[in-house]
């Protein structure tokens, strides 16, 4: 079955090939980005260079998860042309690397936005169409920091992908009984591939930033090293993108509630299996078990 996708962030990285993966399939797929008439002009004429060269339906639309205005006009443009969303991809994400404490409540704020906030705007405007309709999926962009084993100097992207995996888990009870899935795919660390680790952001506080440069010299390159030297040779960006093609390819009601793409194993498999145990049979003791599966 063919259908409508909205994904979020799709200029670069997993969002580019979620959504060339999810166009070879067949559905029709709008890669969400912003700033599509200047600095991501180049991404819009490849997505449409890709939809013509493929004979696929891969369409850009101005989507910044920073402003509800832009979120509200890009997915009114969907509905108004095809009358519905039926898949959202939350994928746009930020990371920034340094000390915590040379951030400025600031940063952490602007992290938290564009990692949280973001898709509260997107499900705040796509969620009405999906429970009037009783179907949809929404598909999460997590991250194994979450609940793996997590270096220092990424503290606030990674306190900012922990609130987004919470609030994905209670969303997930939320819509079970709209008919709405939830799957939440969560990659390891690809230090290569997309613009995650280039693109990453710096504290403001650069004073800061030096007295730890001082107790703790080359942290960020130790760490960034060892995680390239970690992965696996296999460990190419598209098995994220084919997981979630994968996902989105199964039969309403058989998508698995998460799954790790994670070829370092960084132990957040492990745990996540534990904390979603853990959700399932106490969802179980306070009788909403049937919230662990989504309504027909
Ligand atoms: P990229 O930096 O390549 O992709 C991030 C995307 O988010 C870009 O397209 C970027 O657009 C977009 N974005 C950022 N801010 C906004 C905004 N305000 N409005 C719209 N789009 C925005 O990195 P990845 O592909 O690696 O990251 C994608 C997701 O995967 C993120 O959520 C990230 O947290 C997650 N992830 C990545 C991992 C990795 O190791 N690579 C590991 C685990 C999770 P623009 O080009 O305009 O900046």
Redesign the pocket.
């Known amino acids: 079955m063919s259908n409508v996708i909205v994904i979020?962030?799709?200029?670069?990285?997993?969002?580019?090939?979620t959504a060339r993966a999810l166009a070879d399939a067949g559905h029709t797929v709008y890669a969400?980005?912003?700033?599509t008439a200047d600095?991501?002009a180049p991404?819009v004429r490849e997505a449409a260079a890709y939809s013509e060269e493929h004979g696929v339906d891969l369409r850009a639309v101005e989507?910044?998860?920073?402003?509800q205005a832009?979120v509200d006009a890009a997915v009114a443009a969907v509905e108004a042309g095809h009358g519905r969303v039926d898949v959202l991809v939350?994928?746009?994400?930020?990371?920034v690397t340094g000390p915590a404490e040379a951030f400025t409540p600031e940063q952490l704020a602007e992290l938290y936005?564009?990692?949280v906030l973001?898709t509260q705007r997107v499900n705040r405007a796509v969620l009405p169409g999906m429970r009037r309709r009783g179907e949809g999926l929404v598909l999460w962009?997590?991250?194994?920091?979450v609940k793996g084993g997590t270096p220092p100097y990424l503290a606030p992207?990674f306190a900012?992908?922990a609130g987004?995996d919470s609030l994905a888990v209670s969303y997930a009870a939320e819509l079970a009984r709209w008919g709405v899935e939830t799957s939440i795919v969560?990659?390891?660390?690809?230090?290569s591939?997309?613009?995650?680790?280039?693109?990453?952001g710096h504290p403001a506080d650069t004073a800061v930033e030096a007295e730890y440069g001082e107790r703790y010299p080359g942290l960020v390159e130790q760490v960034a090293g060892k995680?390239a030297a970690l992965a696996p040779e296999n460990a190419d960006?598209s098995l994220?993108s084919d997981e979630i093609a994968r996902i989105v390819a199964l039969p309403r009601g058989e998508r698995p509630h998460r799954v790790h793409i994670d070829p370092v194993d960084d132990g957040s498999e492990e745990v996540s299996g534990v904390a979603d145990r853990v959700r399932g049979e106490f969802l179980g003791r306070v009788g909403l078990d049937d919230l662990l599966t989504v309504r027909s």
């Open positions: 979020t962030g799709a200029s670069s990285g997993f969002g580019a090939l969400g980005m912003r700033e600095r991501n991404r989507l910044d998860v920073s402003s832009s939350h994928n746009a994400g930020h990371m936005d564009v990692n973001s962009v997590s991250s194994s920091s992207y900012a992908k987004m969560v990659p390891g660390s690809f230090t591939g997309t613009d995650h680790f280039a693109h990453s995680l960006v994220v």
